[in-house]
């Protein structure tokens, strides 16, 4: 058994199973297609919270992660928005 410097085993990746190199690689633009999912719901929200004034929706959308949820409820349920909202700039009001 191989021992690094560190005194951890490396004999995992020369074990691995044949078929997880090829999961890995089915699942790499899965995982990139949440990330930019997750990543366009993220930039509306905190557009929209900042410039109503909602400063606490704003840091809780910057440090919570959901893959989106959470900010599709605040941009539908909370800041009332439709779809045509979304991408206008003036759009509503600043509030607090």
């Given amino acids: ?6 005194g951890g085993n490396e004999t995992w990746f020369i074990n691995m199973p044949y078929w997880v190199p090829g999961v890995l690689a089915l699942l790499a633009p899965l995982i990139l297609l949440f990330v930019l999912w997750s990543l ?3 930039g509306l929200a905190l557009w929209h919270s ?3 004034g909602q400063y606490w ?6 440090v919570v992660n959901t893959l989106g949820i959470l900010e599709i409820v605040y941009l539908f349920g909370v800041a009332k928005l439709h779809i ?4 206008s700039k003036n759009s509503h009001p600043h509030q607090h």
């Fill in 1 to 6: 058994m191989y021992m690094n410097q560190w």
């Fill in 40 to 42: 366009v719901w993220k």
């Fill in 50 to 52: 900042a410039r109503r």
């Fill in 57 to 62: 929706w704003f840091v809780i959308l910057l």
């Fill in 84 to 87: 045509r909202d979304l991408f």
